[in-house]
T-cell receptor
Framework: RKEVEQDPGPFNVPEGATVAFNCTYS??????FFWYRQDCRKEPKLLMS???SGNEDGRFTAQLNRASQYISLLIRDSKLSDSATYLC?????????????FGTGTRLQVTL | GAGVSQSPRYKVAKRGQDVALRCDPI?????LFWYQQALGQGPEFLTY????????KSGLPSDRFFAERPEGSVSTLKIQRTQQEDSAVYLC??????????????FGPGTRLLVL
């Protein structure tokens, strides 16, 4: 089983729709979680951190479920410009070092 | 600009050739990371520097891969005797502090390596 798993998609949704992605992680010692966005042939850029209490930034909401070991990203009122690949990142403490693991990404395509 | 820069942006190498990829992190950033991203995959961790010290190189796929950051700023990833499976985008990222639980990483545009 991969340490961090995502549904690769693609998720094809119409403009204005609400869409949600999940990301599961296998290491219960994972400490921090992030969502990054990566446009085609571009570098990943931080979208938002994911906190235990959940957090919201405009149309984007991130949630963490430690019991079930997954994080989620909800996008409301989808825009064409939201079309991208969404990568989840998990940071785990391994002995005294931290390890970053990226998921394979979920591709979102928003259409007219 | 003040972002992470990488050079070259594109590199075509013949199998067996050595290549060197450069990363200029954001000035003052302590941590520097190298990742390998194959087509359709997420970035895979290769190695991590805190200043000039290479604290983790567990992700380097073979001893043909070598990274250095001698003065704690610019870093070079060297691949010796390149193989076709080395073809990927090599991403560099930096962050302000040591690898931390809430530390944002800023990525460079990547170097696309194609080994023929």
């Amino acid at each position: 089983r991969k340490e961090v798993e995502q549904d690769p998609g693609p998720f094809n949704v119409p403009e204005g729709a609400t869409v949600a992605f999940n990301c599961t992680y296998s290491n219960s010692a994972s400490q921090s979680f992030f969502w990054y966005r990566q446009d085609c042939r571009k570098e990943p850029k931080l979208l938002m951190s994911v906190y235990s209490s959940g957090n919201e930034d405009g149309r984007f909401t991130a949630q963490l479920n430690r019991a079930s070991q997954y994080i989620s990203l909800l996008i409301r009122d989808s825009k064409l410009s939201d079309s991208a690949t969404y990568l989840c990142v998990v940071i785990s403490l391994i002995s005294t070092a931290s390890k970053l693991t990226f998921g394979t990404g979920t591709r979102l395509q928003v259409t007219l | 600009g003040a972002g992470v820069s990488q050079s070259p942006r594109y590199k075509v190498a013949k199998r067996g050739q050595d290549v060197a990829l450069r990363c200029d992190p954001i000035s003052g950033h302590v941590s520097l990371f190298w990742y390998q991203q194959a087509l359709g995959q997420g970035p895979e961790f290769l190695t991590y520097f805190q200043n000039e010290a290479q604290l983790d190189k567990s992700g380097l796929p073979s001893d043909r891969f070598f990274a250095e950051r001698p003065e704690g700023s610019v870093s070079t990833l060297k691949i010796q005797r390149t193989q076709q499976e080395d073809s990927a985008v090599y991403l560099c990222a930096s962050s302000l502090e040591r690898i931390g639980f809430r530390e944002t990483q800023y990525f460079g545009p990547g170097t696309r390596l194609l080994v023929l």
